[in-house]
């Protein structure tokens, strides 16, 4: 479960200088560092630059998936006014518009990582590959496990949610913004989604971490030690529907489709660069991707709940930032049951 994040510092070209140990797993030479936004004293000239710097707030993660939610409005969604009878045509048609997006980000993040290695291991956490003939996994292989878990099962919950925030809104049954009443509004929404998203995403993935819901819900996604691309959503049923409830803020607060399917699809679509397991840029060093700040969360668990916009790990001292004399956790009883992959 998990957004993205970008984790180097940005206009600085990230090398393959961090340090591999003899397990095989590999740091960058820097931590995990938050956003210059919450910060005493304030960073003014830092703020200016992270927000409209490549990497940073604007570019490229978040306009690529506004960008994604412009596009799937005005070309791919069904009509409000066929929405307000559940009918299988427009259900197919959210559903497979959903599943090709998933393809196309999750699945073009594994070809290029891990079917044609790109990178090879450069700048990849653990130097291992996906786990195969492992019995911790369905069909004893991770790629496949994830696969079904994303595309599969996790691709019909977004496609419900969204199904029944178009009904709502097409029935008049949620408040709904328009851009003609209320335009500054309408903007800052956009913003605001998220920080919203940060705030939910950190307290429900503290809460799936209480004993009983991690052991029976929360364990599915955390069998990916190791995590690639396709592990973003590869999650227990319950705890997807969790994950997405993030959308359903738009049910009470006054919101235009457009704000609730941004929403749902940076929630569905970001978890593919904050699991495939290599810190960025790729691409011969042009693209901006990787998390390493939640990767830790996969290899020391109790840590790194949240991601690097809104310190709240810090606020509530779950932070650890990677370097050897970083703050962090030892793995809890609970989790040392379960089979590691590799």
Not at 58 to 73: C, D, E, K, Q, T
Not at 241 to 264: C, E, R
């Amino acid at each position: 479960m998990s957004k993205i994040g970008d984790h180097f510092r940005p206009n600085e070209p990230k090398l393959d200088t961090g340090t591999r140990n003899a397990k095989g797993e590999w740091r960058p030479a820097y931590p995990a560092e938050y956003k210059p936004l919450f910060v005493w004293p304030p960073r003014p000239v830092a703020l200016a630059k992270w927000i409209v710097s490549w990497p940073g707030f604007m570019w490229p993660r978040n306009f690529v998936i506004f960008s994604i939610a412009m596009l799937s409005w005005f070309f791919t969604e069904p009509n409000l006014e066929r929405c307000t009878t559940f009918k299988w045509d427009w259900l197919l048609q959210i559903w497979t518009r959903n599943l090709a997006l998933t393809w196309v980000v999750y699945g073009g993040y594994h070809l290029y990582l891990y079917i044609l290695k790109g990178e090879g291991t450069k700048g990849k956490y653990d130097a291992r590959w996906p786990a195969r003939n492992s019995s911790v996994f369905l069909f004893r292989d991770q790629v496949l496990d994830n696969i079904f878990w994303t595309s599969g099962v996790a691709v019909l919950i977004w496609t419900a949610y969204e199904a029944l925030g178009l009904w709502l809104f097409a029935n008049h049954r949620i408040p709904y913004l328009r851009w003609s009443e209320h335009p500054v509004w309408f903007v800052a929404w956009f913003l605001g989604v998220l920080f919203w998203r940060e705030f939910h995403f950190y307290w429900v993935h503290r809460a799936i971490h209480w004993k009983p819901l991690y052991r029976y819900v929360h364990y599915l996604h955390h069998k990916n030690v190791n995590p690639i691309s396709w592990s973003g959503m590869a999650m227990h049923p319950v705890e997807t529907i969790l994950y997405l409830s993030v959308a359903t803020i738009h049910w009470i607060v006054p919101s235009h489709p457009i704000h609730f399917l941004f929403d749902l699809q940076h929630a569905a679509l970001a978890p593919a660069s904050g699991h495939h397991g290599f810190e960025g840029p790729i691409l011969e060093e042009k693209w901006p991707t990787g998390s390493y700040f939640h990767y830790l969360h996969h290899r020391y668990f109790e840590c790194n709940y949240g991601e690097a916009l809104m310190p709240f790990d810090k606020w509530f001292g779950t932070y650890r930032n990677g370097l050897p004399e970083g703050t962090g956790s030892k793995l809890p009883e609970e989790h040392k049951d379960i089979p590691r992959s590799g």
